[in-house]
Each structure stands twice: as C-alpha cells, then as structure tokens.
C-alpha cells in the first residue's frame, strides 16, 4: 500500500512538471512576435543587429534631419546624443511628432537605415517612456521636463 502512495505521488510531480514545461513553451511561442526588445541608437551603432530582427528604438528626433518625401514617407534620424541613426517611415505620424521631440519607433535595421513599421511620439510634454529616459540619461543629454537647456 506505501509503494502505491509513492508511485502515484511520483506520478503526480513528475505530470505536474510536464504540465508545466508545456504552459512555459506555449506562452513563449505565442508571444514570439509580440515581444520586442529596446534599443538606444548608441546600442545600435556599436552592435547592429540582424536585419531580420524586430526591435524598438528610441530617443529624441534630431533637429534638422526631419525629410517628409514623397506621399507619407518620412525621414529623420534618431539620437540618445551619444549617437544618431537614420530613421524612414512610410504612414501617418503622432500629431505631436517633431523635431527635437521623444520617440519610439518599431522596426529593423536594414543597411544601416531603420526601417520603422510603428512610430510613437510622446502624449503630452511631460512623459517619455522610461527606456527613452535611461539611454538618453546614460548619454547625458536627458534634462527634466520644464528646465530650460543648458540650465
């Protein structure tokens, strides 16, 4: 009867492990193009990534490099301040897109342009998302909301 409890026991933990590696693999595979890891241009400079790898990036539009082409294709490139990457999208812009504005674009690196399928500006003059924060904040070039340059 004592060999019974242990084998079922057994049974049981070992059903429970499968279970669970089962769930785990599950979740990943349907999140395999939902998940998107960020990058500052200064990351992207130092180690491009594939061109078939789907990322976000981030930081300020640099002032003076804002194109609008042809139709809805735009062209503008992207810094943290330690570095600048060129940026096309073709669609509609955020309303409150600019020059010298927070932006997180989704994409891929392709000879050396980043080629975005997704763009986001900031909401409102106070926030940024918090990976913007921390490449710009790691290149030094991040200032609070409402303090003037230089100040």
Do not use: C, W
């Amino acid at each position: 009867m004592k060999g019974l409890k242990k084998q079922r026991r057994i049974q049981i933990i070992i059903a429970a492990f499968v279970a669970l590696g089962l769930s785990t693999a599950l979740v990943g595979y349907a999140m395999r193009d939902g998940i998107n890891f960020f990058r500052a241009p200064s990351q992207i400079v130092a180690e491009p990534p594939s061109p078939t790898e789907v990322f976000r990036i981030g930081g300020l539009v640099e002032e003076g490099t804002l194109v609008r082409g042809q139709g809805e294709t735009v062209t503008f490139n992207v810094t943290d301040g330690g570095a600048s990457v060129p940026v096309r999208y073709t669609g509609v812009l955020p309303d409150l897109f600019g020059e010298g504005e927070g932006m997180v674009g989704t994409g891929s690196l392709v000879d050396g342009v980043f080629l975005a399928t997704e763009i986001l500006a900031r909401h409102d003059e106070t926030y940024m998302p918090k990976e913007v924060i921390d490449a710009l904040k790691e290149q030094g070039v991040y200032q609070e909301p409402g303090t003037p340059p230089n100040g």
